[in-house]
């Protein structure tokens, strides 16, 4: 088994303990849920973890792997949080059992984050840089804007749009309001759980990992390294970029999906979809290491539960946020501390290398 995993290669190694860390999470946190050794505080932060998770793992793939840099993430969650959230309250009472309305949301909200990034990415991805990033963030905030000034409603007659208020609907008495304006959806049903976060987890893991090891990831590196060189070998710029571009959109939007379906009423206000939201987001993916996918799964998760484990320090708690932030990002990217740890990483290999010869 040892000489097995030695011929393995290095990414192959990697990847595998990749996903070993997370199901192994998953075991010991199941363990604990069921034996009832967890708050209700903790259980509660599951989902939210499962959810910034595949955030940050899909904002890598733009970020890390293709080289740009994007903030309207929280836009494509938006998305498809909203268009699952509505397909699920209207089809509440025609679909009867959960799973199925559940997996059926999901692939919608997937889909529908995704063709909004192929119609965001066609013109947005010509541009690079700080105009990249300007463009994308403006996106993210017209949809929460739009959605906020969105009234749609449902009767016997079929569904009434508006952009004014309820009243201007013009529906029957019998009829239902799926989105009021800046209320939002209320009553989505709770499908959402920790199990299937991780299902998710893992299946995200699986398409970016093999997106990064086929031919189209390494033409998607080849672009961020060197872009006219890339293009100078025949490597389809465009077609690469949107597909990197539209693939993450579609799994900022499952995310979406499993973050609507763990709240009972769904709002497009700037803390759940706003400017902080995609900051954040791209906090876990700077601060994990851009292009590393393990560390943006760590750092998405202790900067999720940190915040709350910290709560009965009261006024101290964000400081001490603060300050753990400042401190790992230092020891990730200060010069210094990268010398230090390649220094002591490698006195530790020759320690080892010492000791089997002897």
Same mark, same amino acid.
């Given at each position: 088994?040892?000489?097995?995993?030695?011929?393995?290669?290095?990414?192959?190694?990697?990847?595998?303990?990749?996903?070993?860390?997370?199901?192994l999470?998953?075991?010991?946190?199941?363990?604990?849920?069921?034996?009832?050794?967890?708050?209700?505080?903790?259980? !509660?932060?599951?989902?939210?973890?499962?959810?910034?998770?595949?955030?940050?793992?899909?904002?890598?793939?733009?970020? !890390?792997?293709?080289?740009?840099?994007?903030?309207?993430?929280?836009?494509?969650?938006?998305?498809?949080?909203?268009?699952?959230?509505?397909?699920?309250?209207s089809?509440?009472?025609?679909?009867?059992?959960? !799973?199925?309305?559940?997996?059926?949301?999901?692939?919608?909200?997937?889909?529908?984050? !995704?063709?909004?990034?192929?119609?965001?990415?066609?013109?947005?991805?010509?541009?690079?840089?700080?105009?990249?990033?300007i463009?994308?963030?403006?996106?993210?905030?017209?949809?929460?804007?739009?959605?906020n000034?969105?009234?749609?409603?449902?009767?016997?007659?079929?569904?009434?749009?508006?952009?004014?208020?309820?009243?201007?609907?013009?529906?029957?008495?019998?009829?239902?309001?799926?989105?009021?304006?800046?209320?939002?959806?209320?009553?989505?049903?709770?499908?959402?759980?920790?199990?299937?976060?991780?299902?998710?987890?893992?299946?995200?893991?699986?398409?970016?990992?093999?997106?990064?090891?086929?031919?189209?990831?390494?033409?998607?590196?080849?672009?961020?390294?060197?872009?006219?060189?890339?293009?100078?070998?025949?490597?389809?710029?465009?077609?690469?970029?949107?597909?990197?571009?539209?693939i993450?959109?579609?799994?900022?939007?499952?995310?979406?999906?499993?973050?609507?379906?763990?709240?009972?009423?769904?709002?497009?206000?700037?803390?759940?979809?706003g #400017?902080?939201?995609?900051?954040?987001i791209?906090v876990?993916?700077?601060?994990?290491?851009?292009?590393?996918?393990?560390?943006?799964?760590?750092?998405?998760?202790?900067?999720?539960?940190?915040?709350?484990?910290?709560?009965?320090?009261?006024? #101290?708690?964000?400081?001490? #946020?603060?300050?753990?932030?400042?401190?790992?990002?230092?020891?990730?990217?200060?010069?210094?501390?990268?010398?230090?740890?390649?220094?002591?990483?490698?006195?530790?290999?020759?320690?080892?290398?010492?000791?089997?010869?002897?």
């Amino acid at each position: 088994m040892i000489v097995m995993w030695k011929k393995m290669k290095k990414t192959t190694r990697s990847n595998i303990i990749t996903f070993g860390m997370v199901i192994l999470a998953y075991a010991v946190i199941q363990a604990m849920v069921m034996t009832g050794n967890i708050s209700s505080l903790f259980e !509660g932060l599951l989902v939210p973890v499962c959810t910034y998770v595949i955030l940050a793992i899909s904002l890598n793939l733009v970020v !890390g792997i293709l080289g740009e840099l994007s903030l309207g993430h929280a836009g494509f969650m938006c998305v498809g949080a909203f268009a699952s959230a509505f397909f699920s309250k209207s089809m509440q009472g025609v679909i009867a059992s959960d !799973g199925l309305r559940f997996f059926l949301a999901l692939l919608i909200g997937a889909a529908v984050a !995704g063709i909004f990034g192929i119609l965001i990415g066609i013109p947005v991805l010509r541009l690079k840089g700080d105009y990249l990033a300007i463009v994308t963030l403006a996106f993210g905030e017209i949809i929460k804007n739009v959605i906020n000034v969105l009234f749609i409603g449902k009767d016997s007659n079929g569904f009434h749009f508006s952009t004014k208020d309820v009243i201007s609907l013009n529906m029957e008495p019998d009829g239902v309001v799926l989105i009021n304006g800046p209320q939002g959806i209320t009553g989505t049903p709770k499908d959402s759980t920790f199990t299937i976060g991780v299902i998710l987890i893992l299946i995200t893991l699986i398409i970016v990992i093999n997106l990064v090891n086929s031919r189209s990831g390494r033409a998607i590196m080849a672009i961020r390294d060197n872009r006219i060189a890339a293009e100078s070998i025949g490597i389809n710029i465009t077609k690469y970029k949107l597909m990197a571009f539209a693939i993450s959109a579609a799994m900022a939007g499952c995310a979406g999906v499993l973050y609507a379906h763990n709240l009972s009423s769904l709002t497009a206000t700037p803390k759940n979809f706003g #400017y902080n939201m995609s900051i954040m987001i791209l906090v876990f993916v700077v601060l994990g290491g851009i292009g590393n996918i393990r560390g943006s799964i760590i750092a998405a998760v202790i900067l999720t539960l940190l915040p709350e484990l910290l709560r009965g320090l009261s006024d #101290y708690r964000m400081l001490i #946020y603060a300050i753990v932030l400042i401190i790992m990002m230092l020891f990730n990217w200060a010069p210094k501390a990268i010398e230090w740890r390649e220094k002591y990483l490698g006195r530790l290999k020759h320690r080892k290398k010492a000791a089997k010869e002897a």
